[in-house]
C-alpha cells in the first residue's frame, strides 16, 4: 500500500454504491467521500474512506514502457545509483486521467494476456500468504497477499501486525504505514474501536495487476487492483489500487524501504478504461487459490 499523503487522492473514492445510514448529515456524508490521504482508501457504506492509498503510476497504452536500472542491481546492492533509480521509478506519477472507482460497464474487448499468479507455500502467523517465487508475478501476489491480510483483519491490531512483518528495515512501520492511517480512519468514522466489530467485514479481491517497473531483478514496484466489500449492516463496493516498492530479501518479496510509491488511480476492473491504464486480469495457478 502507498503512502497516506493529505495531497493525494484517497484510493477508496465518492462514487461507490450506497445506501446512506439514516441520520447522516450531508456533511458527514461529504467528509467520508473526501476520505483520509493515504494509502488506498476503504469504504464504509459504499461510501469511500481511505483505506490504503495506493501508490505509483500505471503504465498502459500510449505510456512508457516499465523501467529497468541502466546497470543491474545485484542482491543486497544499495549503491547511490541503483537506490536513486529506485526511488525515481517508485516516485514517477501517474500519467493520464483518475480511475473510475465505482461499477461501471465490463469492457467487451480481449483483455489480453492475463497475469498468473504463482501458488503460495505457505501462511505466516499474522495470517498472509507466503512462498511466491522471484519474479514479477510473485511479487505482485505478495503484494496482494500482504493487503488482504492487513485490511481483511478489521483492526489497528491486525494491520500493524502485518506491516511490522513485511516491511524492510527503512519501510513503512506500524506507525508510520499509510494502511495503519486508512484503518485508523475507516474505524474512526463508523465508530468503532481499534478493535474492530463482530458485525464489520473487509473482502479485498485481487482482480487486476500490472509492474510498474524494476530495477535490476530484486526491486520491482508491483501494483494490485483490488475489487472492494465493507459490510457493517449495509454492504458497499468500489475499486482501490495498490502499488508497493517490493524488496527480494532473504529469500522472499517485502516492502522495501523508500517513501512509499506514487498513488495509482483506482479502476473498476474490467472496464475500458482499466484495460488502456495497461491493468492485465489476474488468474491464479491451480494450486495457488485456497
Not at 500493524?160 to 474512526?188: D, F, Q
Not at 512509499?260 to 476492473?269: D, I, Q
Amino acid at each position: 500500500m502507498a503512502g497516506y499523503r493529505s495531497t493525494q487522492q484517497s484510493p477508496f473514492r465518492a462514487g461507490a454504491t450506497y445506501r446512506v445510514p439514516q441520520g447522516w448529515s450531508r456533511r458527514r456524508i461529504l467528509a467520508l467521500l473526501t476520505g483520509i490521504a493515504g494509502l488506498a482508501g476503504l469504504l464504509v457504506w459504499g461510501l469511500v474512506l481511505s483505506l490504503m492509498s495506493v501508490g505509483s503510476a500505471v503504465l498502459g497504452t500510449g505510456h512508457p514502457d516499465p523501467v529497468s536500472a541502466t546497470a543491474p542491481a545485484r542482491a543486497g546492492s544499495t549503491s547511490a545509483q541503483v537506490a536513486r533509480a529506485r526511488d525515481e521509478l517508485a516516485a514517477r506519477p501517474m500519467p493520464g486521467a483518475l480511475g473510475d472507482y465505482k461499477p461501471e460497464a465490463l469492457s467487451t474487448r480481449d483483455p489480453g494476456t492475463p497475469i498468473v499468479l504463482p501458488p503460495a507455500r505457505g501462511r505466516d502467523g499474522v495470517g498472509v500468504l507466503t512462498g511466491y517465487p522471484k519474479t514479477t508475478a510473485g511479487a505482485i501476489a505478495q503484494v496482494a497477499a500482504i493487503d488482504q491480510a492487513a485490511m481483511q483483519s478489521g483492526t489497528l491490531a491486525g494491520v500493524r501486525a502485518v506491516i511490522a512483518a513485511w516491511a524492510a528495515p527503512g519501510g513503512p512501520s506500524p506507525t508510520t504505514w499509510s494502511g495503519v492511517t486508512s484503518m485508523a480512519g475507516l474505524l474512526g468514522e463508523m465508530d468503532l474501536p481499534g478493535s474492530g466489530s463482530p458485525r464489520l467485514t473487509i473482502t479485498f479481491t485481487p482482480s487486476m495487476g500490472l509492474v510498474k517497473g524494476n530495477v535490476g531483478s530484486d526491486f520491482v514496484v508491483a501494483c494490485v487492483d483490488f475489487a472492494v466489500e465493507v459490510s457493517l449492516d449495509e454492504t458497499s463496493t468500489a475499486a482501490v489500487a495498490d502499488c508497493e516498492r517490493m524488496l527480494w530479501q532473504d529469500g522472499r518479496w517485502v516492502i522495501g524501504p523508500g517513501t512509499e510509491p506514487a498513488e495509482a488511480p483506482s479502476f473498476w476492473p474490467d472496464t475500458d478504461e482499466a484495460l488502456e491504464a495497461g491493468w492485465k486480469d489476474l488468474t491464479h495457478d491451480q494450486a495457488t487459490h485456497e
